[in-house]
Structure formats: structure tokens, C-alpha cells
């Protein structure tokens, strides 16, 4: 190849290699253990790979169709009557996706237009930002609290303008795992009850919550419910997110225009695993068990850290810890853990790459969702810090 470009204008200028990336990237170079990127190092259930090869052998291995199949959807609709009360209809509000990150790529494509404003919460999950730009649209940032990630919602309220199209929010909240409680939700319910402004809700950690707290859902509360595109990972509650599988449930209304848009830049996803995960559903167990189990990992991985330099308070959603680093060093939580992963071989994720402008607390954030040996090998290590 030549050395020749055309000229055109990047529509997403100064954007960087993504973070998780970069941090795996580096943890598989430096051989180091990878508490980075948010994915289990642990097999998914036997039972459900089975499911899949069963589903393939039995020949479902062509097109789905383009919402998914309908078994699923029903058992999610299920899901949802069966934990919140409310009734979704398979056939017009619920749409199988390649994974949330699809979702909520092609929710913010459905509805965003040039100029309009969206409110997101910092530090955010990294693909809110660059699908809003590439649609025209503004970001509109807040940034929760450093000590406790609480929001300021007369902040935000003051935000609020004629161009305000959608709301992102996130919970259980990646990466501080926080969850929005009911007060939080009823705060958001009165602010954009009247208004035209649409919700997307966040919620690939609905079941990793600890600590006998309740998840919140969008779908809680009606006024909510009725703006709101919900979008929701198997990948994160199944232990397989190389499967790529998630799901958006909206109003009819909603999800008549995000199909629009689905269906032209996937159309259809994986076909034996969707036949899979809709016979796995039918066992509640599969998911109502997984905050329990997560907790025990989180108590191992903290009960661990308590003599060491780090200061966390305790993660109340998703797999992921936060550890301040402060007492340790000065550094920038960027080259710090760049350093760790080099020197002390264990890759986390810096939070200032999430913040609004850049905003440095001293805070790296490590998944765990690894086996305990891993686990405790990684403990080892920062306790030596």
C-alpha cells in the first residue's frame, strides 16, 4: 500500500485507543494479571455452552429474526413481570441486540439529531460520548461527587434546556459501583415528568447488587417507564462477554424507531445463542444467585486489602472495586497504573480518563470478577505496595 490519503474530515477527531484496551493491551505485553478490562477469567455455566452446541447441532444456525426470536423475548418480558411488576410486549417493546454497547448505540442513533443536547453522568462509560458526537449531537456533562458518586440533581436541573433530547444514566453505576437509589429515581421521575426529554437507562448490572439492596429499574416507575429505552448485557450476568448478547426494552413508540436503525447496522444476532439463553431464563436461579456470588468475591478481594495502603469503601454494585491510592503516591492515576502493571505485574483501570476534564482523585478501579486465586495473588501484590 501507498502512503496516499484522501482528505475528509474525521467525525470523531480526538478520540483515543480506548482505555480498556490499551490497559488489556498492556497486561497481555507485560504478563501481568488483568484486573483491567471488565470481563470474568472463569468458564460460563457448562449447562448453557451445552444449550448453545445443542441449539447449533439442531440446525438454528441461520438469520434470526430480526428483533429475536420470540421464546426470548417472551422470557425476558417475563423476567421483567416476574422482578419489577411490569409488562413489556415481546412482540413490539422488547429487541435482542449484539450486546448493551450496540443498544445504546443504536438507541442515541434512533433519536439524536444535530444539535441536540444529552446530560451524562462523569465518569462515564466511554461509548456515551463519542455515539452522541457522531450523530451532531452535545454532550452535557455532570460530574457525580468524588467522595460518594451521589448526584446533584439541581444541577442538573439547571441543565435542562429547550435542546435537552435524552438523559443517560447508569446503574449499577460503572465504574464506582453505585447504584441510584429510589429517591434518586422518584428525583429523576419529577424532573422530566412534562417535558419531551427521553431516558436511557444503563442497566447491564441490574442482578450484581449487594448488600440486600433492591435495583432500581426504569421500568419502577411509570413516568420513567414511558420515556425510557432500557438496555440490559447476558454477557455481564452470564459470564460470557464474547457472546455479545444484550437486549433494549422500550415503549412501542420507542422501540419502533430503534429497530429502524437495528436493523441496518446488525439486522439480526447470534442465532443458537439466543435459542440457548431463552431455555437458561427459565431457571430464575441463573441470575437471582449472582449478586450473592459476586458479594463473596468482593468481601474475599476486600477482607484481603484491609491492612493494605489502599483506601475503598465497598462497592454496592457491578464486579468492580474502587481503590484511592492516595497515601501510596502522587503520581497521576494514569501513570501510576501504567507503572503497577509494568512493575508490580497487575493492570487496573484509571477513573481520570472518565472524569470531566480529566479530573485526577487518585482512584484506579480493578474487576473482581476472577477466581480466587486470583484474587488473592492479585491482594498479594497491592498489599505489598
Not at 501481568?32 to 439442531?58: C, H, R, T, W, Y
Request: with cysteine.
Amino acid at each position: 500500500m501507498t502512503d496516499f490519503k484522501l482528505s475528509f474530515q474525521s467525525k470523531l477527531p480526538k478520540l483515543e485507543t480506548s482505555i480498556f484496551s490499551v490497559m488489556s493491551g498492556l497486561a497481555v505485553k507485560e504478563n501481568a494479571l488483568n484486573l483491567s478490562q471488565g470481563f470474568p477469567n472463569f468458564e460460563s455455566d457448562s449447562k448453557l455452552i451445552e444449550l448453545v452446541n445443542k441449539a447449533m447441532i439442531n440446525g438454528k444456525n441461520q438469520y434470526a429474526p430480526m428483533p429475536g426470536i420470540i421464546s426470548l423475548r417472551e422470557a425476558i418480558a417475563l423476567k421483567m413481570f416476574n422482578l419489577y411488576n411490569v409488562s413489556y410486549n415481546p412482540e413490539t417493546e422488547i429487541t435482542i441486540t449484539a450486546g448493551a454497547t450496540q443498544a445504546i448505540f443504536t438507541a442515541i442513533a434512533a433519536v439524536v439529531k444535530k444539535d441536540d443536547e444529552v446530560i451524562i453522568f462523569k465518569p462515564a462509560y466511554d461509548s456515551y460520548e463519542p455515539s452522541v458526537e457522531l450523530f451532531g449531537g452535545k454532550t452535557i456533562s455532570v460530574q457525580l461527587n468524588p467522595e460518594d458518586f451521589n448526584i446533584d440533581w439541581e444541577k442538573v436541573k439547571g441543565l435542562i434546556s429547550d435542546k435537552t433530547k435524552m438523559i443517560i444514566i447508569n446503574s449499577p453505576h460503572n465504574p464506582s459501583g453505585r447504584i441510584l437509589s429510589k429517591a434518586d429515581m422518584l428525583q429523576l421521575e419529577a424532573l422530566l415528568k412534562n417535558t419531551n426529554i427521553l431516558l436511557l437507562s444503563d442497566e447491564v448490572y441490574e442482578h450484581i447488587i449487594f448488600d440486600g439492596e433492591k435495583h432500581q429499574s426504569a421500568a419502577l416507575f411509570p413516568a420513567l417507564a414511558e420515556r425510557t429505552f432500557i438496555t440490559a448485557s447476558f454477557g455481564k450476568t452470564f459470564h460470557n462477554t464474547g457472546w455479545k448478547v444484550g437486549y433494549c426494552i422500550a415503549p412501542a413508540y420507542l422501540t419502533e424507531e430503534f429497530r429502524k436503525v437495528h436493523q441496518f447496522n446488525v439486522f439480526s444476532v447470534n442465532h443458537p445463542t439466543q435459542v440457548a439463553l431463552a431455555e437458561y431464563l427459565k431457571n430464575p436461579d441463573n441470575y437471582l444467585e449472582l449478586g450473592s456470588f459476586y458479594q463473596q468475591k468482593r468481601d474475599l478481594f476486600l477482607s484481603l486489602l484491609k491492612d493494605s495502603r489502599f483506601d475503598f469503601k465497598p462497592s454496592t454494585g457491578t464486579y468492580f472495586q474502587l481503590l484511592n491510592f492516595s497515601k501510596i503516591t502522587d503520581e497521576s492515576d494514569v501513570d501510576f497504573a501504567i507503572r503497577l502493571t509494568k512493575e508490580q505485574k497487575i493492570a487496573s483501570i484509571p477513573i481520570s480518563v472518565f472524569n470531566e476534564a480529566g479530573l485526577d482523585t487518585k482512584v484506579l478501579r480493578f474487576c473482581f470478577a476472577k477466581t480466587d486465586e486470583t484474587l488473592i495473588k492479585a491482594a498479594e501484590i497491592l498489599c505489598n505496595i
